[in-house]
């Protein structure tokens, strides 16, 4: 990872940001499933070796695969940064939705969730693609505000 997309992971997401997120949610949360199933079962595999008489052996010289223990290790590393960054994305999805309190928005937005395109999510709500890209637009524009209201009274959710 380089410099810039350090410095990217620490920056607040844009509308488009969070518009992807919502049309990738499902697919989020089963990646997280499998990654999480795919981290407990690589837990300890190949590291058997390093105990025992296998400990005092030498270790072979160079190349990439010479260190069994230390591939393994990358392999975990990465896939922990994989599944935190899918998790940052479903958990900031989550923890904003409450903010959506129009109907409208709410179901384009519960049907995006669900995995449904901008065309199906059309259909079955009887409105053009257009408009509920715009519906999800604005649902994502109302999670990102960091003035969101807390009385209702005063300001118009969305």
Request: with cysteine; aromatic share 8%.
């Amino acid at each position: 990872m380089n410099a810039a997309d350090m410095k990217a992971k620490h920056q607040e997401p844009q509308v488009k940001d969070i518009v992807q997120w919502i049309g990738s949610y499902r697919e989020n949360i089963q990646a997280i499933r499998e990654l999480q199933q795919s981290y407990v079962e690589d837990v300890g595999m190949g590291l058997v070796s390093q105990y025992g008489e296998e400990a005092g052996m030498p270790k072979a010289q160079g190349g990439d695969h010479s260190d069994v223990v230390a591939q393994n290790v990358l392999h975990l590393m990465r896939q922990n940064l994989t599944l935190q960054d899918l998790e940052h994305k479903v958990r900031y999805i989550e923890n904003r939705q409450h903010r959506i309190s129009k109907d409208t928005h709410a179901m384009a937005f519960a049907l995006r969730l669900q995995g449904y395109t901008y065309y199906e999510a059309a259909q079955v709500m009887n409105r053009s693609k257009g408009h509920i890209f715009r519906l999800i637009t604005e649902c994502a524009e109302v999670m990102l505000s960091p003035s969101y209201p807390h009385n209702n009274e005063t300001n118009e959710t969305y």
